[in-house]
């Protein structure tokens, strides 16, 4: 709106309306650059990103806003109007209405994909860990995916706390891929890939600026076609791999890496955002190289508006995006609704049936998808 119309029409208020076309035109600001947020690099700067961490806010904000000033019947409600359609693209990202439903499959193999971050099956809850455990394994197989995609994933070489040998029993899952980012004293953490189908080859790329992050894919040959599947998790805003604030104390291969009192929240921000868009430039052209059909499993740790996710989303279709419900949200947290696990997949293939699970077992929730394959 032009300086001289806004003047104009606020010259007309009382104080209080005054007060609200002033809050009202500095969250215009905020939300359209938040809209840009996806295409700045925070290598460059991350004023932009925070806006974009913050985009629902800024939008629910702007939504009541032009509601006021739509039932005071003035034309403040316009800017705010324009503004909410303007940002198309990023809500469908955010919010999705589908209709989930099973297509007629013909001369196509369909294989269903689970990503989960299962924060090492709840390995320092030393009251309830093996509980907890046997619960994540039983969503698991209530689910019965044919490739399940593990992020935080937790091995033991003795008998303590036992995982591969219970996912490969109790899920049928004979086939694996074993990534390992840190070891300790039998202790190995990272990812790893379940597949009811032959794995025929393994890799992994450990990142240049965190060797606790990393991305690992796996062949899996599904009659006579190869299909690849990354499982990747990019950095936290906590200088490790996960997201909660204490992992087993001292005695844990993580607690070099723990937040530090000293270490402000913004400042953590800040360094997360960096430390993923050198990530995200380093793996996107990994996963481009790929000769066979590919399917991603990520724990992101950013939302759909961010520049992560963007390099992402200009290659592969986001499963939510195609037959997703609701807001989606997959952390589980103090921030609700917020989106920052994903699958994506090529975009000549088809999927349907994305699901959000429910089950609050670790600090995500699983997601998992039914793909198409030509």
């Known amino acids: 709106m032009p300086v001289k119309i806004f003047k104009s029409i606020v010259k007309k208020l009382n104080w209080k309306n005054k007060v609200i076309a002033y809050i009202t035109l500095a969250f215009n600001f905020l939300l359209f650059f938040s809209y840009f947020a996806y295409l700045s690099d925070p290598t460059r700067t991350t004023w932009i990103a925070f806006t974009g961490l913050f985009y ?8 009541l806003l032009c509601s ?3 039932i005071k019947k003035n034309l403040f409600f316009l800017p705010s109007l324009l503004l909410i359609i303007s940002g198309f693209y990023h809500h469908s990202r955010f919010f999705q209405f ?9 001369d196509k193999k369909e294989i269903k994909i689970m990503s989960y971050n299962v924060r090492l099956f709840d390995l320092y809850n030393w009251t309830s860990n093996k509980e907890t455990k046997k619960a994540i394994i039983k969503q698991i197989k209530a689910v019965n995916p044919d490739v399940i995609c593990f992020q935080e994933y937790y091995f033991n070489s003795s008998n303590d706390f036992i995982t591969r040998e219970m996912i490969i029993e109790e899920l049928e899952m004979n086939h694996y891929h074993e990534s390992f980012s840190t070891k300790n004293k039998g202790q190995y953490f990272g990812l790893a890939t379940f597949s009811k189908y032959p794995i025929i080859h393994k890799d992994n790329y450990k990142f240049s600026n965190d060797k606790s992050n990393q991305c690992m894919w796996s062949d899996i040959k599904i009659n006579q076609d190869t299909i690849r599947i990354y499982n990747t998790h990019l950095g936290s805003i906590r200088f490790n791999y996960s997201d909660y604030n204490v992992i087993g104390g001292k005695g844990s291969p993580f607690w070099p890496h ?14 997360g955002f960096k430390k993923r868009s050198t990530q995200i ?12 059909t590919k399917i991603i499993c990520s724990d992101i740790n950013d939302t759909p508006i961010s520049f992560a996710y963007h390099q ?16 989606g949200g997959t952390y589980v947290g103090n921030i609700p609704g917020l989106r920052i ?3 994506w997949h090529d975009k ?16 995500h929730r699983a997601i998992s998808t039914q793909i198409l394959i030509p």
């Open 258 to 271: 723990q937040k530090k009192p000293d270490q402000k929240i913004l400042k953590r921000l800040h360094l």
């Open 68 to 70: 006021y000033w739509l």
């Open 56 to 63: 629902p806010i800024l939008l629910i904000v702007n939504i």
């Open 98 to 106: 589908s209709f989930n439903y099973n297509p007629i499959v013909k």
């Open 341 to 343: 696990d994903y699958i």
């Open 312 to 327: 992402f989303d200009k290659y592969y279709k986001d499963a939510f995006v195609v037959s997703g419900n609701g807001i």
């Open 281 to 292: 430039k380093e793996l996107i052209p990994i996963i481009n190289l790929s000769p066979h």
């Open 348 to 363: 000549n293939l088809n999927s349907y049936n994305f699901t959000t699970h429910e089950e609050e077992l670790s600090d």
